[in-house]
Each structure stands twice: as C-alpha cells, then as structure tokens.
C-alpha cells in the first residue's frame, strides 16, 4: 500500500528524531561545539512555509540567532546552507562570540534591527 508525501515525512521526521536521540555526539555545523540532547534544535535549511523539508541539528542558541538575524525570505534566498550561514558577518561575530562557551551554555537572544529590511 503507497503511503501519501505527508505520512512519508512524517515517517522520515521520527526516524531522525529517534537517531538525533540516538546520536550523543551531535555536533553544531556553525559553532562546531558537542550539543547536548535538552539543547537540540531541528533547522529546516529552507523553511517549511518555503517549501523546505531537510533539516539540520544545531544548538539551540545557534538557531534562535538565525532566526533573530533573518526572515524566512532571506533564508530561502541566500542562506540555504551552513557554508552561508557562517559567511554572514553578523552570524560570523556571534559564531566567535559562542563557539568558547560552555555547550550547555543558552545566551538571550535579540531581533536584529535590520530583520525585515528588503535587499
């Protein structure tokens, strides 16, 4: 019996959580620290409402400043990948910043001013 493209991700999406818990030596590809399982983040490198479907597991900090930092436009855009991510010379400085950090460590984050802008 063929299954729909819903019930599919939905499949491939548990398979994953259940790996990721798996997986005690999960490493951040931006601040390139050990994540710790209470601070796993899953990030859709396109964004869902984009149509996007994989993802990437990272710190929690790391994702909240993605996030902070750009719209989801932007993100389907030109920053599709971890390589362009860590181009960005704001994610670049935040990068430095945390990757000295504690891994359990979780900073505020804050919207950036310029979240929004047109480019």
Request: proline share 6%; charged share 30%.
């Amino acid at each position: 019996m063929a299954q729909g493209r819903i019930k599919r991700l939905q499949s491939v999406s548990r398979l994953q959580e259940k790996q990721e818990e798996k997986d005690d030596l999960a490493v951040c590809p931006l601040c390139e620290r050990p994540i710790p399982p209470a601070l796993r983040d899953a990030h859709h490198l396109i964004p869902k409402s984009r149509g996007g479907v994989a993802t990437v597991v990272m710190h929690r900090a790391c994702h909240r400043q993605i996030h902070a930092l750009f719209t989801e436009t932007e993100l389907a855009r030109h920053y599709a990948s971890t390589e362009a991510l860590k181009a960005h010379a704001e994610m670049g400085r935040f990068i430095n910043w945390v990757k000295d950090k504690p891994n359990d460590f979780n900073p505020r984050i804050r919207r950036s001013r310029s979240k929004g802008e047109t480019y």
